[in-house]
């Protein structure tokens, strides 16, 4: 008789609603934590793939954040402008004189969130060392120097700039954005990732620094003009070529966040090992097209 009064409280807790509703309650709160935790766990996938995925913005130094020259005519400029530096290198005897690109500090810093910044000069690396201590000493703005020195001769016996020089892989290009005022020295690597920056010219008529030879170059290479923004008062440039490179940034994350949810809705892993071929279908270049 015992076990059929237990039996039947049983059957009256079942039936009774105020019972349904604590074990509904409890379902839910149960339904509801896993699906934070299952939001939290994509969360961080995102970031990662975002991480690995981080576009890698290639700058050049000279006529793109500052212009230097080594011309001695360049002292009377620098005794009446306060903003030239002037510096000599170690075992040298001529002075640099480098004048920094208007607002190109708050530049580099709105760029830095969002993309790993990377050095690629013609200079040698003491130069380049100098001209991004000058730029920001307080700040690790750059995730690394490529310099003269780091380049390889081409058939003509010509320094080149390649991406070959900056990255151990070449298919890291898919990620790579190029910010440069002259498209000549990535002819091996071609331009298709090139952001063709307007030379900043301030010591006009003076000689200027690491200035590489001008490689020859077919007629339809000097037509085809796809710097942007056009000409405007050099005060506000960087503002609006910064505009550009965060609007390059947030169609390329856009489409990596988008190319994560369908991989979800299909129940695709979206982390795969780092030493495999990447899933997500990006590539910088495409997107740099379309503009």
């Known amino acids: 008789n015992i076990k059929m009064n237990d039996e039947d409280d049983e059957g009256d807790d079942l039936n009774d609603p105020r019972k349904t509703y604590d074990i509904r309650a409890a379902l839910s709160k149960q339904e509801e934590a896993l699906k934070e935790q299952q939001e939290q766990k994509w969360k961080k996938e995102e970031e990662e793939v975002l991480q690995r995925y981080k576009i890698q913005l290639v700058i050049d130094i000279d006529h793109t954040l500052v212009h230097s020259t080594t011309d001695p005519q360049a002292e009377e400029i620098y005794k009446k402008e306060a903003d030239i530096e002037k510096f000599y290198l170690p075992g040298q005897a001529q002075a640099y004189y480098v004048k920094r690109r208007p607002g190109v500090h708050d530049f ?46 081409n058939e003509s016996g010509i320094k080149e700039k390649t991406l070959l020089n900056i990255f151990e892989q070449q298919e890291t290009s898919y990620k790579v954005l190029i910010l440069d005022d002259r498209e000549d020295v990535w002819k091996s690597s071609g331009t298709s990732n090139l952001i063709k920056i307007e030379p900043y010219m301030f010591f006009e008529g003076l000689h200027d620094s690491n200035l590489p030879p001008i490689l020859p170059s077919s007629i339809q290479d ?33 489409s990596i966040k988008n190319q994560l949810v369908s991989m979800r809705n299909n129940n695709t892993s979206t982390n795969p090992p780092s030493d495999q071929q990447p899933e997500i279908q990006i590539d910088i270049k495409e997107i740099l097209s379309e503009r």
Do not use: V, W
């Open 108 to 153: 580099l810093l709105g760029l830095l969130p969002f993309f790993d910044l990377l050095i690629c000069t013609m200079g040698t690396r003491p130069y380049a060392e100098r001209i991004t201590d000058m730029l920001d000493s307080s700040t690790n703005l750059f995730k690394k120097i490529t310099s003269r020195e780091d380049y390889a001769m």
């Open 222 to 254: 000097y037509l085809r003009h796809h710097s942007f923004p056009p000409i405007i008062p050099e005060s506000s440039y960087l503002n609006i070529m910064s505009t550009i490179l965060l609007n390059l940034h947030q169609r390329y994350t856009t």
